[in-house]
Protein backbone atom coordinates (compact mmCIF):
# COMPACT_ATOMS: atom_id res chain seq x y z
CA UNK A 1 0.00 0.00 0.00
CA UNK A 2 1.16 3.32 -0.56
CA UNK A 3 2.03 5.67 1.77
CA UNK A 4 4.80 8.53 2.81
CA UNK A 5 6.23 9.48 5.98
CA UNK A 6 7.63 12.88 7.04
CA UNK A 7 10.76 13.69 9.23
CA UNK A 8 10.66 16.29 11.46
CA UNK A 9 7.13 18.11 12.48
CA UNK A 10 8.77 20.93 13.05
CA UNK A 11 11.74 22.65 10.95
CA UNK A 12 12.75 26.47 11.94
CA UNK A 13 15.04 28.39 9.88
CA UNK A 14 16.43 31.78 9.70
CA UNK A 15 14.79 34.29 7.14
CA UNK A 16 17.34 33.52 3.83
CA UNK A 17 18.41 30.16 4.91
CA UNK A 18 17.47 27.10 2.90
CA UNK A 19 14.53 25.36 3.63
CA UNK A 20 14.63 21.26 3.61
CA UNK A 21 11.55 19.61 4.28
CA UNK A 22 11.92 15.88 4.33
CA UNK A 23 9.49 13.21 2.86
CA UNK A 24 9.86 9.32 2.27
CA UNK A 25 7.48 7.37 0.63
CA UNK A 26 6.34 3.65 0.46
CA UNK A 27 5.02 2.27 -2.89
CA UNK A 28 4.40 -1.11 -4.81
CA UNK A 29 3.89 0.77 -8.55
CA UNK A 30 5.70 4.39 -9.43
CA UNK A 31 4.04 6.76 -6.77
CA UNK A 32 2.58 9.93 -7.99
CA UNK A 33 3.50 12.51 -5.42
CA UNK A 34 2.23 15.73 -4.26
CA UNK A 35 3.69 18.39 -1.85
CA UNK A 36 1.16 20.93 -0.11
CA UNK A 37 1.15 23.86 2.01
CA UNK A 38 -1.68 24.69 4.64
CA UNK A 39 -1.95 28.55 6.17
CA UNK A 40 -3.87 28.55 9.37
CA UNK A 41 -7.71 28.03 9.44
CA UNK A 42 -7.05 27.85 5.32
CA UNK A 43 -7.02 24.23 2.84
CA UNK A 44 -4.42 22.92 0.95
CA UNK A 45 -3.10 24.50 -1.76
CA UNK A 46 -0.76 22.01 -3.90
CA UNK A 47 3.27 23.11 -4.52
CA UNK A 48 3.71 20.72 -6.96
CA UNK A 49 3.50 17.03 -8.20
CA UNK A 50 5.65 14.33 -9.55
CA UNK A 51 4.08 12.20 -11.96
CA UNK A 52 7.25 10.33 -13.58
CA UNK A 53 8.04 13.08 -16.38
CA UNK A 54 10.67 14.57 -14.50
CA UNK A 55 13.03 13.55 -11.36
CA UNK A 56 13.62 17.32 -10.47
CA UNK A 57 10.10 19.29 -9.60
CA UNK A 58 9.58 22.93 -9.90
CA UNK A 59 6.50 24.64 -7.86
CA UNK A 60 4.91 27.52 -7.04
CA UNK A 61 7.09 30.29 -4.72
CA UNK A 62 10.29 29.12 -5.93
CA UNK A 63 9.96 25.54 -3.98
CA UNK A 64 11.07 22.50 -5.76
CA UNK A 65 10.92 18.71 -5.15
CA UNK A 66 13.47 15.78 -6.67
CA UNK A 67 12.20 12.95 -6.79
CA UNK A 68 15.11 9.71 -5.59
CA UNK A 69 13.85 6.34 -6.20
CA UNK A 70 16.89 4.78 -4.71
CA UNK A 71 16.27 6.77 -1.36
CA UNK A 72 12.37 6.20 -1.95
CA UNK A 73 12.58 10.17 -1.04
CA UNK A 74 10.72 13.26 -2.43
CA UNK A 75 11.92 15.82 -0.50
CA UNK A 76 10.50 19.92 -0.71
CA UNK A 77 13.30 22.81 -0.65
CA UNK A 78 13.97 26.37 -0.87
CA UNK A 79 16.86 28.06 -1.46
CA UNK A 80 15.92 31.14 0.49
CA UNK A 81 13.24 31.16 3.41
CA UNK A 82 10.67 33.80 3.52
CA UNK A 83 8.57 34.77 6.33
CA UNK A 84 5.54 34.14 4.27
CA UNK A 85 6.86 30.45 4.00
CA UNK A 86 5.77 29.54 7.49
CA UNK A 87 3.40 27.29 7.46
CA UNK A 88 2.43 23.54 7.25
CA UNK A 89 3.71 21.25 4.74
CA UNK A 90 2.28 18.20 3.63
CA UNK A 91 3.60 15.44 1.57
CA UNK A 92 1.30 13.01 -0.16
CA UNK A 93 0.88 10.34 -2.13
CA UNK A 94 -2.20 8.84 -4.48
CA UNK A 95 -3.51 5.63 -3.02
CA UNK A 96 -4.75 2.72 -4.96
CA UNK A 97 -8.52 3.76 -4.43
CA UNK A 98 -7.47 7.15 -5.81
CA UNK A 99 -7.36 8.47 -2.09
CA UNK A 100 -4.42 11.19 -0.96
CA UNK A 101 -2.60 10.05 1.65
CA UNK A 102 -0.64 12.34 3.69
CA UNK A 103 1.90 12.40 6.06
CA UNK A 104 1.33 14.05 9.20
CA UNK A 105 2.63 17.25 8.02
CA UNK A 106 6.18 19.49 9.21
CA UNK A 107 5.32 22.98 10.52
CA UNK A 108 7.93 25.75 9.45
CA UNK A 109 8.96 28.55 11.56
CA UNK A 110 11.06 31.42 9.80
CA UNK A 111 12.47 33.45 12.23
CA UNK A 112 13.69 36.75 11.19
CA UNK B 1 -13.83 32.86 -8.12
CA UNK B 2 -13.98 29.03 -9.39
CA UNK B 3 -12.59 26.86 -6.44
CA UNK B 4 -14.03 24.52 -4.30
CA UNK B 5 -16.30 25.90 -1.65
CA UNK B 6 -17.39 24.36 1.54
CA UNK B 7 -20.75 25.76 3.80
CA UNK B 8 -20.36 26.43 6.40
CA UNK B 9 -16.49 27.40 7.45
CA UNK B 10 -17.31 26.80 11.58
CA UNK B 11 -19.83 24.72 12.96
CA UNK B 12 -20.27 24.41 17.03
CA UNK B 13 -22.64 21.58 18.13
CA UNK B 14 -23.94 19.83 20.88
CA UNK B 15 -23.42 16.19 21.65
CA UNK B 16 -25.94 14.41 19.96
CA UNK B 17 -27.01 16.79 17.37
CA UNK B 18 -26.51 15.80 14.11
CA UNK B 19 -24.84 18.18 11.92
CA UNK B 20 -25.30 18.22 7.60
CA UNK B 21 -22.13 19.94 5.49
CA UNK B 22 -21.97 21.25 2.00
CA UNK B 23 -19.36 21.06 -0.81
CA UNK B 24 -19.42 22.74 -3.69
CA UNK B 25 -16.34 21.58 -6.52
CA UNK B 26 -14.53 22.84 -9.30
CA UNK B 27 -17.84 22.41 -12.25
CA UNK B 28 -16.13 20.39 -14.61
CA UNK B 29 -14.21 18.01 -12.17
CA UNK B 30 -15.72 14.62 -11.62
CA UNK B 31 -14.14 13.56 -8.87
CA UNK B 32 -15.17 14.74 -4.93
CA UNK B 33 -13.60 13.66 -2.01
CA UNK B 34 -14.42 14.55 1.27
CA UNK B 35 -10.90 14.22 4.17
CA UNK B 36 -11.19 14.46 8.22
CA UNK B 37 -7.82 16.52 9.50
CA UNK B 38 -7.47 16.60 13.81
CA UNK B 39 -5.22 18.87 14.98
CA UNK B 40 -1.62 18.30 14.38
CA UNK B 41 -2.19 15.59 11.51
CA UNK B 42 -2.62 15.29 8.01
CA UNK B 43 -5.95 14.96 6.08
CA UNK B 44 -7.70 11.34 6.13
CA UNK B 45 -9.47 10.36 3.81
CA UNK B 46 -12.98 9.24 4.16
CA UNK B 47 -15.05 8.90 1.16
CA UNK B 48 -14.98 9.85 -2.69
CA UNK B 49 -17.23 10.18 -5.50
CA UNK B 50 -17.14 10.19 -9.32
CA UNK B 51 -19.56 11.73 -10.35
CA UNK B 52 -23.18 10.62 -8.20
CA UNK B 53 -21.55 7.36 -7.13
CA UNK B 54 -19.46 6.55 -4.19
CA UNK B 55 -17.01 4.63 -5.15
CA UNK B 56 -15.33 4.13 -1.94
CA UNK B 57 -15.36 4.22 2.04
CA UNK B 58 -12.66 4.67 4.19
CA UNK B 59 -13.16 2.13 7.65
CA UNK B 60 -13.23 5.42 9.68
CA UNK B 61 -16.61 6.48 7.63
CA UNK B 62 -18.67 5.17 10.49
CA UNK B 63 -22.50 4.06 9.91
CA UNK B 64 -23.40 8.04 11.79
CA UNK B 65 -21.45 9.03 8.49
CA UNK B 66 -23.45 9.26 5.35
CA UNK B 67 -22.38 11.13 1.95
CA UNK B 68 -24.80 11.92 -1.68
CA UNK B 69 -23.53 13.88 -4.49
CA UNK B 70 -27.19 13.50 -6.26
CA UNK B 71 -26.60 15.03 -9.15
CA UNK B 72 -22.63 15.02 -9.43
CA UNK B 73 -22.42 17.88 -8.86
CA UNK B 74 -22.25 19.25 -4.99
CA UNK B 75 -22.00 16.83 -2.24
CA UNK B 76 -23.51 16.86 1.69
CA UNK B 77 -21.77 15.09 4.29
CA UNK B 78 -23.92 14.26 7.16
CA UNK B 79 -23.11 13.23 10.89
CA UNK B 80 -25.81 11.96 13.04
CA UNK B 81 -25.53 11.81 16.69
CA UNK B 82 -22.59 13.62 17.16
CA UNK B 83 -19.55 12.46 19.42
CA UNK B 84 -16.79 14.92 20.99
CA UNK B 85 -14.78 12.83 18.70
CA UNK B 86 -16.07 13.94 15.89
CA UNK B 87 -14.34 17.54 16.09
CA UNK B 88 -12.10 18.17 13.40
CA UNK B 89 -11.34 20.00 10.15
CA UNK B 90 -13.87 18.74 7.51
CA UNK B 91 -12.32 18.72 4.38
CA UNK B 92 -13.74 18.79 0.47
CA UNK B 93 -11.91 18.32 -2.94
CA UNK B 94 -12.48 17.52 -5.90
CA UNK B 95 -10.18 16.60 -9.46
CA UNK B 96 -10.69 16.04 -13.13
CA UNK B 97 -10.03 12.51 -14.06
CA UNK B 98 -6.78 12.40 -16.39
CA UNK B 99 -5.38 9.94 -18.01
CA UNK B 100 -2.14 8.03 -16.08
CA UNK B 101 -4.06 8.69 -12.74
CA UNK B 102 -2.21 11.48 -11.46
CA UNK B 103 -4.70 13.56 -10.50
CA UNK B 104 -4.37 16.39 -8.75
CA UNK B 105 -6.57 17.08 -5.71
CA UNK B 106 -8.17 20.83 -5.48
CA UNK B 107 -9.30 21.67 -2.05
CA UNK B 108 -11.60 23.64 -0.08
CA UNK B 109 -11.10 26.17 2.79
CA UNK B 110 -12.55 23.31 5.25
CA UNK B 111 -15.44 22.80 7.70
CA UNK B 112 -14.28 23.14 11.20
CA UNK B 113 -16.98 20.91 13.54
CA UNK B 114 -16.63 21.46 17.08
CA UNK B 115 -18.71 18.91 19.16
CA UNK B 116 -19.38 20.84 23.05
Known amino acids: AQSVTQLGSHVSVSEGALVLLRCNYS??????LFWYVQYPNQGLQLLLKYTSAATLVKGINGFEAEFKKSETSFHLTKPSAHMSDAAEYFCAVIGNNNDMRFGAGTRLTVKP | DTGVSQNPRHKITKRGQNVTFRCDPISEHNRLYWYRQTLGQGPEFLTY????????KSRLLSDRFSAERPKGSFSTLEIQRTEQGDSAMYLCASSPISAGGSNEQFFGPGTRLTVL
Open chain 2, 49 to 56: FQNEAQLE
Open chain 1, 27 to 32: SSVPPY
